[in-house]
């Protein structure tokens, strides 16, 4: 490492430059004060006055305008010319005048605020504007204005000039008209008037301590030169802008600068401002050595003050130096002793309170290592206690870390960190199946579930999730691979226990559906056999036993169409047109019962793969259950028809009796029902298996005493192509 320059030396030869710097800058000061006064910044200034002076007349423009505005728009003035305009000549001399000077009163307060000379206010009479009275100098301003004279001005300020002795005054002033119209009649005039005169002129001089002469369309309208310059001198002499020139007068040398201006195209002149020339003296470079001297003197003192200190500052650097680095070998003990007052006591002091801080922070970052350390080593035994095969891997598919259960399981060696998860024989086996839902995972960052996994012998469910980093980006996969083949044997032998129940439970319901007819048939026969029936009543008790025979037939039937396996004929079918051919079926059933049905079609395209035979049973065995559970004068039935989520769904409502909750769960059973009479109770049994063989599903909300909802749901035909 090169060895930093000692900062002793530094320190010394900044002290030297400290000295030769502000020297140097001194002599520079002098010399710039020397020639502070040459020509260039003597004409930059004259420069800045001209341009405050002209832009000033400039802006009146807009400042008169401005007052000219705020004026027109006082209420009081806008009353009183429309009654002059009506009434002049019919108010007395007296009143006008009294009513006259409260108007002028109340403008002079306004006018006091405006920055203009002249104001003049005008009633209207005659197509022309006649002077009431005027505020200011009324020598420029006219008595009596036509209406081509405000056509010529307009209504925006100008410049104009009284020359040529038309007035007693020479000067250069700008003006603005301004008509007062309400309602778009005209009721009057001002006008608001800015003198650029002797006055101004005065004031402008006085204000930049200058002398001006200011020359207008070959005259000169104002000077406060202190030498005599005729007209044609100045106009000779300066026909530039900012032409610049020294002459002298009376033992006095004076600055000269002038500058042409252009007044709306109408006004036309120079302005020359003059100003004495204040340069110092020539032997004024003398009166900067002695300034060199104090400078020298001055900067010598403080310089042998630093040397003396700068020997107890530098031990003072050394003893921080030495502290910073026990404290980097981890020695959060090590204290400064520094008895200094200054800026270097109040380091050590921080330094001191940095070091027991840093220790405080270390104490309890390595009581919190120590504490992390046991709920790792507690996490590590809970995650290796696991009863579920558990492995994480990283995003290049590698594995990170596995339990103990999935390292049995999936036969996984002890060190098998690093390794590829397809080394395991269990990935390897199902790299096809598993292989592009891990990639899935990694890019959509959703979880994946495969079910039922055959692996060998045994079945398995794989959960796979994506494991996240502190900066919310996956980093790996969570995989848990759960052995379900146990649990798979006994849903086997639960399914076929089920099986044997729903054997009972149908040989039961077969038993008492068949017994009763039969119960009847024997009692009848035995009847006929006695020989004590007449004839009539013999053919009476046979019609009964034939009856009771089909009904035992019919029930035969539909078991056998209930328990049945059978490949439906499927094809493409409008459930919308499917519907009203079954309406059409029960309208006589409808109006002998008093029920009123509505069908409404929300789909554009209802159409789904199915049976119409089988499809058309459905529709019919569930209608009839509605009408059937209405058993009041005022029933109702709805139907609607949508498409939702790529699925056709029919909904059929009643205002029926309902259903209780035992009958809710019992509804689909076979042989089950809440009717009397020769109903079978395997009719929305059977309703169901067709709607499953068609991959739909059947639902039903009921509510006692207010009637039933049946929900069916189809998948579209649109779906069942694309799958």
Do not use: C
Request: no cysteine.
């Amino acid at each position: 490492m090169k060895q930093a320059p000692n900062l002793q030396k530094r320190l010394i030869l900044f002290a030297i430059i400290t000295l030769i710097i502000p020297v140097g800058a001194i002599i520079l000061t002098s010399i710039s004060f020397v020639n502070s006064s040459g020509t260039k910044a003597r004409q930059d200034q004259l420069i800045s006055i001209m341009s405050n002076i002209t832009n000033g007349i400039e802006s009146y423009r807009e400042k008169i305008n401005l007052a000219a505005e705020n004026m027109k728009d006082l209420e009081i003035l806008q009353i009183k010319l429309q009654v002059y305009k009506k009434y002049w000549d019919n108010i007395s001399v007296e009143t006008r005048k009294t009513d006259v000077s409260l108007l002028k009163d109340e403008l002079v307060k306004f006018a006091i605020t405006g920055d203009f000379d002249n104001l003049s206010i005008y009633r209207r009479t005659n197509d022309r504007y006649v002077s009431i009275f005027t505020l200011g100098n009324s020598i420029n301003l006219p008595g009596i204005v036509d209406d081509e004279t405000i056509k010529l001005h307009g209504e925006k300020p100008f410049y104009s000039r009284n020359s040529e002795g038309l007035y007693l005054s020479e000067g250069l002033y700008v003006s603005v008209y301004k008509e007062i119209i309400m309602e778009g009649n005209k009721e009057g005039l001002l006008i608001v008037e800015k003198n650029f005169d002797h006055n101004y002129f005065t004031t402008q001089s006085i204000r930049f301590n200058t002398n001006l002469a200011v020359l207008v369309n070959g005259r000169n309208l104002y000077s406060s030169l202190p030498f005599d310059m005729s007209d044609d001198y100045l106009l000779k002499s300066f026909p530039s802008d900012y032409n610049f020139t020294e002459t002298s007068s009376e033992n006095r040398t004076f600055d000269i600068i002038s500058q042409n201006f252009n007044l709306q195209d109408k006004i036309r002149g120079s302005l020359v401002i003059a100003k004495e020339n204040e340069s110092l003296p020539q032997n004024s470079a003398s009166a900067v050595f002695p300034l060199l001297i104090i400078g020298f003197i001055g900067i010598l003192i403080p310089l042998i003050s630093f040397l003396i200190w700068n020997k107890n500052l530098i031990q003072s650097i050394i003893n921080l130096v030495t502290a910073t680095k026990e404290v980097s070998r981890g020695n959060y003990s090590h204290h400064i002793s520094m008895k200094r007052t200054d800026e270097m006591g109040a380091l050590s002091d921080a330094f001191n309170a940095m070091t027991l801080s840093l220790k405080e922070n270390n104490d309890s970052l390595e009581k919190k290592n120590r504490q992390l350390n046991l709920m790792n080593n507690y996490i590590d035994a809970v995650f290796q206690s696991l009863n579920i095969n558990t492995l994480v891997v990283d995003k290049n598919l590698q594995i990170v870390t596995a339990n103990s259960s999935a390292k049995s399981e999936l036969n996984i060696p002890e060190q098998i960190e690093g390794q590829s998860i397809y080394s395991v024989p269990f990935f390897k086996r199902n790299k096809e199946t598993l292989q592009s839902l891990m990639k899935n995972i990694l890019t959509d960052k959703q979880s994946e579930k495969v079910k039922e996994l055959q692996s060998g012998e045994k079945v398995y469910d794989v959960d796979l999730f994506p494991a996240w980093n502190l900066e919310h980006e996956i980093n790996g996969l969570v995989i848990i691979i759960a052995d379900i083949t146990n649990q798979i044997d006994m849903e086997n032998a639960l399914i076929k226990s089920g099986k044997l129940a729903a054997v009972g439970q149908v040989s039961a319901g077969i038993a008492h559906e068949i017994g009763n007819p039969m119960s009847i048939i024997l009692n009848h026969v035995q009847l006929l056999q006695s020989g004590y029936l007449s004839k009539d009543e013999g053919t009476e008790y046979l019609d009964r036993i034939e009856g009771e025979v089909r009904r035992i037939n019919n029930m035969i039937i539909k078991l056998l169409n209930f328990s049945k396996e059978e490949n439906l004929k499927m094809q493409q079918l409008d459930m919308g047109i499917l519907i009203d051919n079954v309406l059409a079926l029960f309208m006589p059933k409808f109006k002998r019962k008093n029920v009123d049905t509505t069908f409404t079609n929300q789909s554009e395209s209802a159409l789904i793969s199915g049976n119409r035979d089988t499809l058309k049973q459905v529709l019919y065995n569930i209608l009839n259950n509605a009408v059937e559970a209405i058993n009041h004068n005022k029933g109702l039935i709805n139907i609607e028809l949508t498409t939702e989520n790529d699925f056709v769904i029919i909904e059929i409502s009643d205002n029926g009796v309902g259903m209780d909750n035992e009958t809710i769960e019992r509804v689909f059973d076979p042989f089950y029902s809440n009717k009397s009479g020769s109903n079978t109770g395997l009719g929305l049994g059977l309703s169901e298996k067709i709607v499953k063989k068609h991959n739909g599903t059947i639902s039903i909300r009921s509510t006692l005493g207010k009637g039933s909802h049946v929900i069916l749901r189809f998948p579209a035909l649109e779906v069942l192509i694309n799958e």
